[in-house]
C-alpha cells in the first residue's frame, strides 16, 4: 500500500529514476571464465555446497606464477568447498556450473580476490589468474541452500537465534508440539559440536556437521 497522499504517477516516476540512476552506476566487477578443456561426458555440474577436487596454478597478469599445487604441498590435489567463502569469492563465482574433468581459466578481478589489502606475496589491487583442473565433485556434508535459509540476516555466520528459529519453523511445518525447553536443548547440542572456536556463532566453514536435529 502506497502511503497516504503518494499518488501513483509519483511513485512510478520515482520508481523509474531510482532504476535509471541504478543502471548508470559503474558495474560490479565479475570474473572473466575460459573454458581450456571440456570432457565428451558430464554426468553432473558443480552447485553450491559441493567439494571439489583441484588441480590449480596462479599467476599475475605478467604471466609470473606465484603458486600451483603439482609443485606444492607434495603434488597433491586440494578438497575446496565451493559457495561458502572459503577462498576467494572470484572462485566461488568461476568454478560453478563445472563439469569432472573440465579446465577452466579464471580473470580474476581484485574486489573478487584479495582487493585493497593483499596477503602475503600477492600485492595489493592485483588481478590474479587461475587455471583450475576440476577432478572430482563430491556432495557437500550440508547444501549451501540450507545454511541460507537459516543464515536470516545474511552475515555468514549463524547465532542461537537463528538456529533457534530455524528449529521452531521445522517443528511448524512437522506440526510438532513446540517444546521451548527441548528447542534451547537442541540448540545447545548443534552449537557444542558445532562452534569449533566457541565465538558463540556457527560459521559456514563450521557448518559441516550433520545433525538430526536440523
Not at 554426468?43 to 559441493?50: A, Q
Not at 557437500?140 to 537465534?161: C, E, T, V
Not at 527441548?182 to 560459521?203: A, L, R, T
Request: charged residues 30%.
Amino acid at each position: 500500500m502506497l502511503p497516504t497522499g503518494l499518488h501513483v504517477s509519483h511513485a512510478f516516476i520515482f520508481t523509474f529514476v531510482l532504476g535509471s540512476a541504478s543502471s548508470a552506476l559503474i558495474p560490479e566487477p565479475d570474473v572473466k571464465i575460459d573454458v581450456l578443456q571440456k570432457p565428451f561426458l558430464c554426468h553432473r555440474k558443480t552447485k553450491l555446497g559441493d567439494q571439489l577436487l583441484i588441480h590449480y596454478a596462479g599467476f599475475f597478469e605478467n604471466g609470473t606464477m606465484f603458486y600451483s599445487s603439482h609443485k606444492s604441498n607434495n603434488g597433491q590435489a586440494v578438497w575446496f568447498t565451493l559457495g561458502i567463502k572459503e577462498s576467494l569469492l572470484g572462485w566461488d563465482r568461476g568454478l560453478r556450473e563445472m563439469c569432472a574433468g573440465e579446465k577452466r581459466k579464471l580473470v580474476i578481478p581484485p574486489a573478487l580476490a584479495f582487493g585493497k589489502e593483499g596477503r602475503g606475496k600477492i600485492p595489493p589491487e592485483s588481478t590474479l589468474i587461475f587455471e583450475v583442473e576440476l577432478l572430482e565433485i563430491r556432495n557437500g556434508p550440508r547444501s549451501h541452500d540450507s545454511f541460507q535459509a537459516m543464515d536470516l540476516d545474511d552475515d555468514w555466520k549463524l547465532s542461537r537465534h537463528e538456529v533457534k528459529e530455524y528449529l521452531r519453523r521445522e517443528f511448524d511445518k512437522y506440526r510438532v508440539a513446540q517444546n521451548d525447553t527441548q528447542q534451547d536443548s537442541m540448540v545447545n547440542d548443534i552449537f557444542k559440536n558445532e562452534d569449533e572456536d566457541e565465538d558463540g556463532y556457527i560459521s559456514a566453514r563450521e557448518f559441516t556437521y550433520k545433525h538430526d536435529e536440523l
